[in-house]
């Protein structure tokens, strides 16, 4: 009896270190922490300083470019070239300030996973030239995140619906949660989303959204937080996540509150 007892224990140990392995806060930081130093939006630099800061993710945005490597960066031209028009190699001539090259999400997520507190939130761009580019990003993305076992540490986002749906049917166990707003809770629930992350206006216009989504299991995060009456207003409404410019700033609102 002892045995089973000890044996449950050690279970309900791992399952709850499991669970408190990431970072215990509503913070996402977008496209990285870069704003407050001068950092390059979406560099590995940006990411350290995101994971520097404890927040619970940072955010990234992803495009395939032509041909076919998948490379970091918000913008669809990265620095004046069209990155699905250009090769990576042609991507390399150029670079970012701090005097980075354009990351591949292979190097991205490698500097990520060296630690294991921050999450990694993944957006899949939509493709300007086809949803079938978009849902072959898609495909590659999510094999490269089981190449690297790192299924825990990666969330994904977008705004193309068809991109959700496929993520959901390639790895049905994801965490995938939708941008764009024009979807009621039950909608995403319905298509294997588990998690609204809408522009913050879309909760104003719609002010039951985020009741709805936390009945149906739903994740509710929004997007782009920078100012304080924002950020009160929405941890006042109990939401699971605030993506940000502005992490630091967050995080004195919500060392205010204790």
Not at 43 to 62: H, M, P, R, W, Y
Not at 227 to 240: C, F, I, S, Y
Request: aromatic share 8%; charged share 20%.
């Amino acid at each position: 009896m002892k045995k089973h007892l000890y044996s449950l224990s050690l279970a309900l140990l791992f399952t709850l270190t499991a669970f408190a392995q990431f970072n215990n806060n509503v913070v996402i930081a977008h496209r990285g922490a870069w704003k407050t130093n001068n950092l390059p939006e979406n560099s590995i630099a940006a990411l350290n300083q995101a994971v520097a800061l404890k927040c619970f993710g940072t955010e990234f945005d992803v495009h395939l470019t032509a041909d076919n490597v998948i490379v970091v960066n918000h913008d669809h031209q990265f620095y004046g070239l069209p990155i699905e028009k250009s090769t990576y190699a042609e991507l390399l001539a150029k670079q970012h300030p701090n005097g980075e090259k354009i990351p591949t999400l292979q190097a991205y997520l490698t500097e990520g996973l060296k630690q294991k507190k921050t999450k990694l939130i993944l957006e899949i761009k939509t493709s300007e030239v086809s949803l079938d580019r978009s849902l072959q990003l898609t495909k590659m993305c999510v094999d490269l995140v089981k190449q690297l076992k790192a299924e825990k540490q990666v969330e994904y986002i977008c705004f193309s619906f068809e991109v959700g749906q496929r993520i959901h049917q390639l790895a049905p166990k994801a965490k995938i949660a939708y941008l764009t707003g024009d979807k009621t809770p039950a909608e995403a629930k319905a298509a294997g989303y588990t998690g609204l992350d809408y522009h913050y206006s879309v909760y104003k216009e719609h002010p039951t959204y985020i009741a709805e989504a936390k009945k149906l299991g739903l994740t509710v995060n929004a997007w782009t937080v920078n100012d304080k009456p924002e950020m009160e207003t929405l941890l006042n409404q109990n939401v699971e996540f605030i993506t940000t410019n502005e992490p630091e700033l967050l995080f004195e609102v919500i060392g205010g509150r204790r």
